[in-house]
């Protein structure tokens, strides 16, 4: 899996109103935790994390907290409920010795047989929960659909990916080919053609 390289500066536990004021700054409050260390206070820069967070990639963040390196995956993100600015964000540590449990992105490839028949592709998810060790993580998991059929749907449970554990619900539905009104009267032609 790809990696990224975010720096950050400790910081203390402060009150809420001070806070926004740390935000002004354009800085965004983090948390670090994880197995074998207390809990580490920090701040990163906001426009550097926009690299982490508007993209459709997942990262292992290699995090340098005033010198200090940490290996780690976005855990959770809160959003102002306005901007849609990030205000604060949790990260995990993670090692090569537990498998890692992180979202991963979805590429579709291929081209649909309903698709072709006049369907529409609908893709409802892009991005699937698994687990794996660390050096197996891929950076997306591929997805081809060329035998999907008009009315058809590929749904987590459909899937399977070498060393990789889908942790996502197994009735996620991952993409469908719906029935369009073209398709109907292609349909209706071929079996007029047929009589």
Request: a positive charge; hydrophobic letters at 40%; glycine letters at 6%.
């Amino acid at each position: 899996m790809k990696e990224i390289n975010l720096n950050g500066q400790s910081r203390e536990v402060i009150k809420k109103s001070a806070m926004k004021a740390v935000r002004k700054e354009g800085k965004i409050p983090c948390v670090l935790y994880g197995q074998g260390i207390e809990n580490v206070l920090f701040y990163v820069n906001a426009k550097e994390f926009k690299a982490v967070t508007h993209t459709p990639n997942s990262y292992i963040v290699n995090l340098n907290i005033d010198g200090k390196e940490y290996k780690s995956i976005v855990h959770s993100l809160q959003f102002h409920p306005v901007t849609d600015e990030t205000i604060h964000a949790d990260f995990l540590i993670v090692s090569d010795k537990k498998p890692v449990t992180i979202d991963v992105p979805i590429v579709i490839t291929g081209n649909s047989e309903g698709v072709k028949q006049g369907g529409k592709l609908l893709v409802s998810s892009r991005k699937l929960k698994i687990c794996a060790p660390l050096d197996k993580l891929p950076d997306t998991l591929e997805i081809d659909i060329t035998s999907l059929q008009l009315g058809q749907t590929i749904t987590a449970k459909d899937l399977s990916f070498d060393n990789v554990q889908i942790v996502s619900p197994k009735a996620t539905i991952i993409c469908a080919v719906k029935m369009t009104r073209a398709a109907l009267g292609n349909a209706a032609a071929a079996a007029a053609a047929a009589k």
